[in-house]
């Protein structure tokens, strides 16, 4: 069984996407998009930071240190924060197969950031309960994080559905500003849910009262949106977020806005609703972020045009499924996971083998 941080030593006859091609088109991409505001680009980073392993097991010829070198290039420009939920710091969330808690795992991947890309990260501490802001859990994350900038940002009742609220001093008002300084700001964190798209909404709405245009965007590799939503690449995708709900889908607003078919995931589509609806309220007409019609048109990913053999990574992303549902198969049988995880893995699967029959049907 391939662990999840593993990768597949493919042979160069067996290179089907160009990773370099894809470095310099997502590094072009994120450049365009910081120069449509004088201020700063909040991008917040989709998926794994500095490895992706999973993109070079369906992408054969994908980098999994893309991301670390794209922004190696552009640290000079760059600011990060790191986020925290400060949930999942009580409930002790394990992240990975290490015999490590929460805390030391973030502090473990804050350190490997600082390292690889010679930036300090701020710390972005989420979701603490007003009362909760001196506690003995907010010592701890002190403690942990000395040496660090670390900054405090609250619950917000109505949130984020309450706009007026959301928008006051009792809202984003509420929390510590994070002075970032450069007009790059990657925003990334420990794990889903983890505050990354409210911390850099909150920056923003701080930032335009002082008069500064910033904006935002998001960073993705997957579901690859100009691709089938069925395609297998995308199905893969699926099949790596069976354990935590995620699904793929034809992003609504994108064929309302252009008639054109473009594939999200569920999160996403849901997000971009707060971000729209949150950007028209307080953000001035000619804000980049207000033009977003869809959450395609607000992500960055590039990775869909890189692909130079789509037949082997629709084989490569197919193994992938099988490598899933046997990983699924043992969480399972050490009665740690759910069945339906097999049984979904198995209909991906399925979808996978019809994707390609139709194909075949097709060309003949």
Not at 28 to 51: C, D, H, P, T, V
Request: glycine letters at 6%.
């Amino acid at each position: 069984m391939i662990n999840s941080s593993d990768i597949i030593e493919y042979t160069a006859e067996q290179i089907w996407f160009d990773g370099a091609k894809y470095i310099e088109l997502q590094a072009e991409a994120i450049r365009e998009r910081m120069n449509k505001f004088s201020g700063r680009l909040y991008l917040e980073i989709g998926g794994k930071f500095l490895y992706d392993p999973h993109a070079a097991r369906v992408l054969p010829g994908f980098d999994p240190e893309s991301k670390r070198k794209i922004f190696k290039n552009l640290a000079s420009e760059a600011d990060i924060i790191f986020c925290i939920n400060y949930k999942d710091i009580v409930s002790d969330r394990q992240l990975s197969n290490e015999d490590i808690d929460y805390l030391t795992y973030c502090k473990k991947m804050v350190s490997k950031i600082e390292w690889s890309l010679g930036i300090k990260p701020y710390i972005a501490v989420n979701m603490i309960p007003i009362e909760e802001k001196n506690s003995a859990n907010m010592l701890r994350v002190l403690s942990t994080f000395a040496g660090y900038e670390l900054f405090k940002r609250y619950m917000m009742d109505g949130y984020p559905h309450e706009t007026e609220k959301v928008l006051s001093k009792d809202g984003y008002g509420k929390d510590e500003y994070i002075p970032v300084t450069n007009k790059l700001v990657i925003v990334t964190g420990a794990a889903s849910n983890s505050g990354k798209m409210s911390t850099c909404l909150g920056q923003i709405y701080h930032e335009y009262t002082h008069g500064v245009d910033s904006g935002y965007a998001k960073y993705e590799t997957f579901p690859i949106w100009n691709l089938p939503l069925e395609h297998p690449i995308n199905l893969a995708y699926e099949a790596a977020t069976i354990d935590i709900g995620d699904y793929n889908m034809y992003d609504p607003f994108h064929e309302k806005a252009y008639g054109e078919k473009s594939v999200n995931y569920n999160r996403d589509v849901e997000a971009f609703e707060i971000v729209k609806k949150l950007a028209n309220s307080f953000l001035p007409e000619k804000n980049f972020t207000r033009s977003y019609q869809s959450p395609t048109d607000m992500g960055i990913n590039k990775a869909g045009f890189a692909i130079t053999n789509d037949e082997q990574c629709r084989k490569a992303s197919t193994e992938e499924i099988l490598r899933r549902k046997e990983r699924y198969s043992q969480v399972v049988e050490r009665w740690e996971g759910d069945k339906k995880w097999l049984e979904m893995s198995d209909k991906l699967y399925e979808k996978a083998q019809e994707f390609e029959k139709n194909r075949i049907e097709k060309e003949e």
